[in-house]
């Protein structure tokens, strides 16, 4: 059996082929012939419904077919039909099995989203984008699809295939392919850097005493500092992105239970807005996750995109502002990525969330000489209410913003000029609480 999947997960691979297109590869190779195994499970229930029994035959011979595709070297088309044959298969099946809508499919569609996600990556954007908008465009029009197909006459009511539990099922199924695409994506992260860390220790071992003698009989000790400071770089940058790699989940995840919620309240609006949005922040959160840093004006667009989010999540409970001094060119002063969002993220679910009106986030930025000083505050209940809230709940577990600190504190190391984080407790006339007021300094030669 061993053999077997290494077989097909290997199919089409080569010498010639690069790291990235290997990856693709294998992966296309292992989700065809996952989904033909799911479906074969299908063609089983419905051999005796011939119409049932044939569609289910034709779409498991088209996901097997990709590990052909690739075994041939046309890898394109191999893709091209994973990509298009889930959502076009969820609708045949939903028209024919309920005379519609169908809800217990529509769950589906959220975990399908990561299917050009997985096999184009950011190395692919424009291919992964084209296939984003396909899922989407599929999901748009499956209502009125569905309901233009007859449901089988040997199939007596839609409650058969289409009742709570199967929607439960198929929200469970969805929201696990999201965990696992995530992680996958993890993992990736984790082997490069870990390849990096090899590649330091190489340095170490092999050539760090020859570089050592070469350089002292031509630099003398000047060559030393270079050396340690170039280690002491590659050190750094990779403890920033395991920081990194920490943030993520953290709110993907919030993302997640958001759409889920949608759909169940059978919100077909907002659900669709949602996925979108989500689709386009999750490419922005890795894009953020390999960066060192990035521009101001980048890590605003992640945030707009997040906060308008929670905003649809919490039915626009508050409001938020970007202010940005005008000394500053947030086009290209670059900051740590995704540096505020725990922060923002903070500001929101424990602040403004618990807020009856008029809730305000300001994101403000502003320039300090050799420092850019970054305010993140709300009016909301304040921490000692948050706190007596989240002390009543066992489940919460929030370290987002604590991450965000040992990063931060990354860079008040070798004498630079400091990272500092100061929270402030903001009061009314009244002496009452009004809210949280963050303040972190940034170093501007960080």
Not at 55 to 66: A, D, E, K, P, V
Not at 372 to 393: P, Q, Y
Request: hydrophobic share 45%.
């Amino acid at each position: 059996m061993n053999r077997l999947w290494k077989n097909i997960s290997y199919a089409g691979i080569h010498t010639a082929l690069n790291e990235d297109k290997r990856r693709k590869i294998i992966l296309c190779n292992r989700m065809g012939f996952v989904a033909f195994l799911i479906i074969f499970k299908s063609m089983i229930i419905f051999f005796k419904i011939p119409t049932l029994f044939t569609i289910s035959l034709f779409t498991g011979l088209l996901y097997l077919s990709c590990v052909l595709w690739n075994s041939l070297r046309f890898y394109g088309a191999a893709r091209l039909i994973m990509m298009i044959v889930p959502p076009a298969g969820i609708i045949l099946n939903a028209g024919f099995m309920t005379d519609g809508p169908a809800n217990s499919s529509k769950f589906l569609f959220i975990g399908i989203i990561v299917i050009p996600l997985i096999l184009y990556q950011l190395s692919e954007a424009w291919k992964m984008s084209i296939g984003i908008c396909w899922i989407i465009l599929t999901f748009i029009v499956f209502d009125p699809l569905t309901a233009l197909i007859p449901r089988h006459p040997e199939i007596i009511n839609d409650s058969i295939l289409d009742n709570t539990f199967i929607s439960a099922m198929n929200g469970i199924i969805s929201f696990l392919m999201i965990i696992l695409a995530f992680i996958h994506f993890q993992f990736l992260d984790r082997r490069q850097i870990e390849k990096l860390r090899l590649q330091v220790d190489h340095l170490q071992k092999t050539s760090a005493q020859q570089i050592i003698d070469k350089e002292i009989k031509e630099q003398e000790l000047q060559s030393l500092d270079y050396l340690y400071t170039e280690l002491n770089n590659r050190n750094k940058s990779l403890s920033s992105q395991a920081l990194r790699a920490q943030i993520d989940p953290h709110f993907i995840f919030n993302a997640m239970n958001s759409i889920q919620n949608f759909i169940f309240n059978r919100d077909t609006t907002s659900a669709i807005s949602y996925v979108s949005k989500f689709s386009k922040l999750m490419r922005q959160t890795l894009e953020g996750s390999t960066m060192e840093k990035i521009s101001i004006e980048e890590e605003l667009a992640l945030l707009k995109n997040y906060l308008d989010l929670e905003k649809l999540r919490f039915n626009n409970a508050f409001d938020y502002v970007f202010e940005t001094d005008e000394n500053i060119d947030a086009a290209y002063t670059e900051i740590p990525s995704m540096l505020l969002q725990p922060y923002a993220e903070n500001a929101v679910l424990h602040g403004l969330r618990h807020k009856k009106e008029n809730g305000l986030l300001r994101i403000i930025f502003l320039y300090q000489f050799d420092n850019i000083l970054c305010i993140i505050e709300d009016n909301g209940i304040g921490r000692v209410a948050s706190t007596g809230i989240n002390n009543r709940r066992e489940n919460h577990h929030s370290k987002g913003s604590s991450v965000t600190a040992n990063r931060l504190a990354l860079l008040s190391k070798d004498g630079q000029a400091g990272a500092r984080i100061l929270y402030l407790d903001l009061k009314d006339e009244a002496g009452n609480p009004a809210g949280t007021r963050v303040e972190i300094t940034i170093p501007l030669a960080y």
